[in-house]
């Protein structure tokens, strides 16, 4: 096959076989492709459009614009930022009639059936361009209703957020949506640019920035929570001082309740504030955070303040960088007593907020308006299953190296979306679906938890976040109670009126299994190794493919029988997640020797069809097929820990040793090049009962996280090897 880059730019080429450094190259390159970068924090109005279970955005502009007549027209715009140039699908169920527009030119009409039947789901191909992308949708109401349900295609791999254009609402997350017009606004010659100003469009849009002139004349406080008395709202704003040297600074101002201030976590002031008093405290240079805990009086909200300094106010401005407003505080409440807990973790977009039975959020002083958080970011902070295993093959690495820099990086992507986890599950509760960590809050199959899951057990020893345990456990909560399984237990996927309907798969033993000997770990409880150990059991019954000692991909059971295709990397979960489960399993497990067997077994096969190079091939049996990345580091890494744990017979042990070696090189030739891009990894797959699927259809894509992290590994593995059959040497 045609190689994936010249030779003089392998990693070889350069490191030869130091492996140490190649490891290092390659989680640099993938760290810096990937800059630990945060969510954004934004505010979205809930009078705007919310979400259904299906990530699509309800856009019933009967409800919204309940006083349109048949015939008008209303338009909904947004922006979607893309990360590259690229091809993706919508979903669009009309209520009436709709015409899309993206980048100001036509996409797609309904046609007369999709007009007439919200039920009908129509799959849209669009080209998006690299930044951001402009949609436009011209709904007109009919007797059969107004506007329809739009969003992305593809839920769980693929959440679509959309922006809201138009200046006055830079950062602001959701759509707007004009008023109803009788005559058509925006012919095909003219689709509003998403930088055009409201002023210039000459109509109404919603949902609305501003308050209405009743509320505008009231406090904050007052026209956000409402006038109830003897509550409590925290307000947290950020305060900036550019002078060179520190000056005293004054408080003015006055309340009818209890008021206390924190600046940088340290109290300033506690008491009802009088304007007679004088509250003045040290002000150095540079950005502080202002917290204030108010109480209202019995009339409600009272109160206003300023500081002074040099006789000017100093100006507010809105903390941690949060978008879509022009006003500098955010608001918490209204809570019925005073949050026992310091100032600096008040100050938090990371957290839900609690009191008895209500739950609480940070708020923006516009109508109705909440701060949510949102990921630009291609792979960082995101939850999905190829990721669990980057992350994993990036943690090992940085203790194998004691390089503290690659162990921080894979830890804080883990904790970023731990400790966000319950404010998501509330998140959807109250837009519909999530914002963020989609997979997880949504998690109904192995795919959304085992991998990502494992991978929070794996950094929990050296992360000690709090939010692990808590989370954890919710995944083991699905795999024992929610998850489906045959009747002798094992995982598959019922996944009604879906392609995989009614499937075991064998990528569902990495899936699983990793996660549930981890939780066994955490936990000393039993019965989730039992239940790992078993599901080997379980799967060998329908995958096995005896002749060559290896697994096919799928079991159907709509036809009842295997697909007989043995794709490379559905074996190579199968391996990897073996080695995994004998590394811990006792030796006195009742299923150990039955596994070992297996194990044995599955060696043997893989160890016949490595290819001449010495890597592994697409699918396994046909030399024809590409010569794939992530399914020969798997073999590589199951093999290596094999020879050096034992678990090989005796009868087979050089002959892996020489597998792992003409692999691994085989890798640092062919699949890695100089700047650390991994090469010859198969996409995502679906499943089938044909090879030219796998060798054709599935093509290899440079730099997937199907395949890093398991490059990672296998080198470590390699070295590990290498290391003990040196000690072994040298012991004879």
């Not at 590394?583 to 016949?608: D, I, K, S």
Request: with cysteine; aromatic share 14%; proline share 4%.
């Amino acid at each position: 096959m045609k190689p994936y880059f010249d030779e003089h730019e392998s990693i070889y080429a350069k490191l030869y076989d130091r492996t140490d450094e190649i490891l290092e190259t390659v989680a640099n390159a993938y760290m810096g492709r990937n800059p630990a970068l945060p969510f954004d924090f934004r505010g979205f109005s809930r009078e705007g459009f919310l979400k259904n279970r299906n990530g699509r955005y309800i856009m019933n502009l009967g409800e919204k614009l309940p006083e349109a007549k048949p015939g008008q027209y209303a338009y909904v715009l947004g922006l979607l930022w893309s990360n590259h140039d690229g091809w993706t699908d919508f979903g669009l169920n009309c209520y009436g009639p709709a015409t899309i527009y993206i980048n100001q030119e036509f996409l797609y009409r309904a046609d007369i059936n999709e007009e007439v039947n919200p039920n009908t789901k129509k799959g849209i191909r669009a080209k998006l361009q690299k930044g951001w992308n402009s949609v436009c949708i011209k709904f007109v109401k009919t007797a059969s209703g107004f506007g329809g349900v739009f969003g992305t295609l593809h839920t769980k791999w693929n959440p679509m957020e959309f922006m809201s254009p138009f200046q006055e609402r830079r950062g602001q997350a959701g759509w707007i949506y004009s008023d109803a017009m009788n005559a058509d606004g925006f012919n095909e010659a003219h689709i509003p640019a998403s930088t055009d100003l409201e002023e210039q469009s000459g109509m109404d849009w919603y949902p609305a920035l501003s308050w209405n002139e009743e509320k505008i004349r009231l406090n904050p406080c007052t026209r956000i929570f409402g006038n109830i008395p003897h509550k409590v709202a925290y307000l947290w704003s950020e305060i900036r001082h550019s002078s060179a040297n520190p000056k005293m600074c004054s408080l003015k101002g006055s309340s009818a309740g209890q008021l206390r201030m924190w600046l940088d976590g340290n109290e300033v002031f506690s008491g009802i504030l009088k304007t007679s008093d004088t509250v003045e405290f040290r002000l150095d240079p540079g950005k502080h955070e202002l917290l204030v805990e108010l109480c209202a009086s019995d009339n409600g909200w009272e109160y206003e303040f300023d500081f002074i300094l040099d006789g000017e106010k100093v100006a507010f401005s809105i903390p941690r960088g949060v978008k879509g407003s022009g006003e500098p505080w955010l608001y918490l409440g209204p809570f019925d007593k005073q949050l026992e807990e310091p100032a600096d973790s008040i100050c938090s977009l990371y957290r839900l907020f609690e009191q008895g039975d209500d739950q609480f959020f940070w708020r923006l002083d516009r109508p109705n308006t909440w701060v949510r958080p949102y990921l630009d970011n291609a792979l960082f902070a995101k939850w999905n299953y190829p990721l669990g295993v980057t992350l994993y093959g990036l943690l090992q690495t940085g203790r194998f190296l004691q390089k503290q820099g690659i162990l921080d990086y894979a830890v804080n992507h883990i904790t970023e979306c731990t400790r966000i986890y319950k404010y998501a599950r509330w998140d959807a509760e109250q837009y519909g679906y999530p914002s963020v960590n989609n997979q997880l809050v949504e998690m109904d199959m192995l795919d959304d938890c085992g991998s990502f899951g494992s991978a929070v057990l794996e950094a929990y020893s050296d992360s000690q976040d709090p939010h692990t345990p808590y989370l954890v456990e919710q995944i083991a909560n699905h795999m024992a109670y929610k998850q489906e399984r045959l009747e002798d237990g094992a995982f598959y996927r019922i996944c009604l009126n879906s392609f995989q309907e009614n499937t075991l798969w064998a990528d569902d033993l990495y899936m699983s299994t990793p996660f549930l000997i981890r939780y066994y770990q955490l936990t000393g409880e039993v019965k989730y190794l039992d239940d790992a150990a078993k599901q080997f059991n379980r799967f060998k019954k329908y995958l096995f493919i005896p002749e060559h000692k290896i697994m096919s991909h799928v079991y159907d059971f709509k036809h009842n029988k295997p697909t007989n295709v043995p794709w490379g990397r559905g074996n190579g979960w199968v391996f990897f997640s073996l080695s995994e489960l004998l590394e811990v399993m006792p030796e006195t497990h009742a299923e150990r020797e039955v596994l070992l067997t297996f194990y044995n077994e599955l060696a043997e096969g893989y160890m016949a069809l490595q290819g001449t190079s010495g890597l592994w091939h697409q699918v396994l049996t046909h030399p024809d097929s590409y010569e794939e990345t992530s399914c020969t580091s798997m073999f590589v890494y199951g093999l290596s820990r094999g020879v050096r744990h034992g678990w090989i017979r005796d009868d087979m042990k050089s002959q892996a040793v020489k597998a792992v070696n003409r692999g691994w090189e085989a890798l640092i030739k062919y699949g890695i090049d100089r700047f650390g891009n991994v090469h010859g990894v198969c996409r995502g797959s679906r499943y089938s009962f044909t090879p030219e699927y796998y060798k054709i259809e599935l093509n290899a894509v440079t730099n997937d996280t199907h395949g890093i992290g398991i490059v990672l590994l296998a080198g470590i593995e390699t070295g590990k090897m290498s290391k003990w059959l040196q000690q072994e040497a040298a012991l004879r």
